[in-house]
């Protein structure tokens, strides 16, 4: 199975993001824009494929998190401005 890492990495950041951060408490949560904040980050990050059998910890790749997460977590703030001021529903 191939999946793109990076879906995971925008998933966990864009959760802790709205979980911590007060400034985006007003922030629509449904599950529509969550996907479209998700949609528009990974369309301006570097996708990150990996084969991984189902189930399977991806604590090996944290590395990967490391070195780009300001660069994800920039895209996501980015993203979450975005869709709140123009949320497709
Ligand atoms: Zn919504």
Redesign the pocket.
């Given at each position: 199975m191939i999946i793109n890492y990076m879906e995971e990495i925008v998933k966990n950041c864009l959760n802790s993001i709205l979980k911590n951060d007060p400034a985006y408490d007003d922030i629509?949560?449904?599950e529509?824009?969550i996907e479209d904040i998700m949609a528009k980050a990974l369309n301006n990050l570097k996708p990150y494929y990996i084969t991984t059998k189902k189930g399977e910890i991806f604590a090996e790749y944290s590395s990967l998190v490391t070195q780009q997460q300001a660069e994800v977590i920039a895209e996501i703030i980015k993203s979450i401005e975005f869709i709140s001021k123009n949320?497709g529903?």
């Open positions: 629509c949560r449904c529509h824009c949320p529903h």
